[in-house]
């Protein structure tokens, strides 16, 4: 099967039609989507990064993008929505990454949610980006239906440009187990702590967060703070995530002093 065409949009009735899937991903409604039409508008006019999916010519993904700091070498992608399940979302990555690549930038950026799972492992192993910093609350809370209200906890991503395309697997960290204790483990649902002084640490996450949300947001407040507390204490303390274990655990490695 053929996969999805991706081209960059240019008109304001494709800015629309990519702001009203948005609005259909996240559940907000049409009247407060996560991107307007006009700010797309004025993005791609300024020479940043627009694009959608298409699928027999219906817009099922899109992605917005902006040069970021460092000047010259970085994109910062802001946002990008699809469908599931269909490697619409990798489609419009790579395509990103070619864009990039065409303007001699080094790296693209993003955040996204630690604790929703199928988000780290898209990123950490079919991408091979990595975290590099825990933001908190990053956007204040977030009453959408991705987000249930909680508070919007991000860790901001690097993905190296100039790194092999071979992506890694989740194989590729195994030899890092050795040793490796859990700071943070899924212990039946709930999350549970514990003292972790090894070189190699484990932080699990909740099997559904965004189901939790809804059906105990109490548990589900409980996954943000011990994952704030852990998993952003770690990268605080200047530890590194170098991969993502069975899909369910950063592997995070501290950096001998």
């Known amino acids: 099967m053929n996969g999805p065409e991706i081209r960059e949009l240019h008109a304001m009735e494709e800015f629309a039609t990519a702001s009203h899937l948005y609005a259909g991903i996240w559940g907000t409604g049409t009247t407060g989507p996560p991107v307007s039409a006009e700010v797309m508008r004025a993005l791609s006019h300024a020479g940043n990064y627009v694009a959608g999916a298409y699928e027999d010519g219906r817009l099922v993904g899109a992605s917005v993008a902006f040069f970021g700091d460092p000047i010259a070498t970085t994109l910062h992608s802001h946002i990008t929505g699809a469908s599931m399940g269909r490697g619409i979302g990798l489609a419009l990555k790579l395509h990103q990454r070619q864009w990039a690549l065409a303007r001699g ?153």
């Open 105 to 257: 930038l080094k790296r693209i950026t993003w955040t996204y949610d630690p604790l929703i799972r199928r988000n780290a492992y898209f990123n950490l192993v079919k991408l091979g980006a990595r975290p590099e910093e825990y933001l908190t609350s990053f956007y204040g809370a977030m009453d959408d239906a991705i987000n249930g209200g909680d508070e919007s906890d991000r860790v901001l991503t690097a993905w190296d440009l100039t790194a092999p395309t071979e992506t890694p697997g989740p194989g590729n960290v195994s030899e890092e187990l050795t040793g490796a204790v859990h700071a943070l483990r899924n212990r039946a649902g709930r999350p549970e702590t514990a003292p972790a002084d090894a070189a190699t640490v484990l932080v699990d996450l909740p099997d559904d967060i965004e189901g939790l949300r809804r059906q105990d947001p109490a548990a589900a407040r409980d996954w943000r703070l011990a994952v704030r507390h852990t998993l952003g204490g770690l990268l605080a303390e200047g530890a590194q995530v170098i991969g993502f274990h069975d899909r369910r655990s950063y592997v995070v490695h501290r950096i001998p002093t």
